[in-house]
Each structure stands twice: as structure tokens, then as C-alpha cells.
Nanobody
Framework: QLVESGGGLVQTGGSLRLSCAAS????????IGWFRQAPGKEREGVAC????????DYRDSVEGRITISINNARNTIYLQMNDLKPEATAGYYC?????????????????WGQGTQVTVSS
């Protein structure tokens, strides 16, 4: 079970750190992704992480402003978001996949959290 937290209301230019906790387990041997979905839009990938080699990948539009990382216990994934813009307003979801390597598309993921809302005011 994946549990997200850390969303909220922030002004343009502000920062938020989202967390995704693996309840009762770790993220060893999993690929992890963060996705977002704005009202009326499709869910899109924001960042992904591979626990096999700690590699990461980011959506072009957010690269340089977002960092995905894992804690030492390997049971929580973070999404640090800086210099937030109103277009980042969306529900943010973490997902886990048992497939090897970086997974960039939502069809690769079987397990999803309930989401956490991020609202960026202008």
C-alpha cells in the first residue's frame, strides 16, 4: 500500500516536498513513479526512480526544479518541488512497478496511492 502526503497550497515560486510511504514494506526491487493529474487532463508522468541502480528521470518541463529521492530505509520516496508555478496545480500520485529499470508510462505501474493535492496560487 502506498500512502502519499505533503501536498497543500503554496504561492508561485514556493516549494513543497511530497512523500510516498510503502506501508509495511520497502521499495527494494521496484520502479517508482510520480504522476500528476489536473482537472480535465490526463494523468502524466513527472519523475521516476529505479531502486535497482538509483537512476532517475524527469519530465522535460519540470527538470531542474524537481528531485526524486529515497530515504535510507528505502521505504519512503520523496518528490521535492521548487519554484512551483500555477500550472503545477494537480493531484499528485505515486506508483510502484515490479518491472526492472526506469518506468515512464502509467501502464507500467500496478500499484497506486490515493494521491495528494498540490495547489499553486498566482
Amino acid at each position: 500500500q502506498l500512502v502519499e502526503s505533503g501536498g497543500g497550497l503554496v504561492q508561485t515560486g514556493g516549494s513543497l516536498r511530497l512523500s510516498c510511504a510503502a506501508s509495511g514494506s520497502t521499495f527494494d526491487d521496484y520502479a517508482i513513479g510520480w504522476f500528476r493529474q489536473a482537472p480535465g487532463k490526463e494523468r502524466e508522468g513527472v519523475a521516476c526512480f529505479s531502486s535497482s541502480d538509483f537512476s532517475t528521470d524527469y519530465r522535460d518541463s519540470v527538470e531542474g526544479r524537481i528531485t526524486i529521492s529515497i530515504n535510507n530505509a528505502r521505504n519512503t520516496i520523496y518528490l521535492q518541488m521548487n519554484d512551483l508555478k500555477p500550472e503545477a496545480t494537480a493531484g499528485y500520485y505515486c506508483a510502484a512497478s515490479g518491472k526492472y529499470g526506469l518506468r515512464r508510462t502509467r501502464n507500467d505501474y500496478a500499484d497506486w496511492g490515493q494521491g495528494t493535492q498540490v495547489t499553486v496560487s498566482s
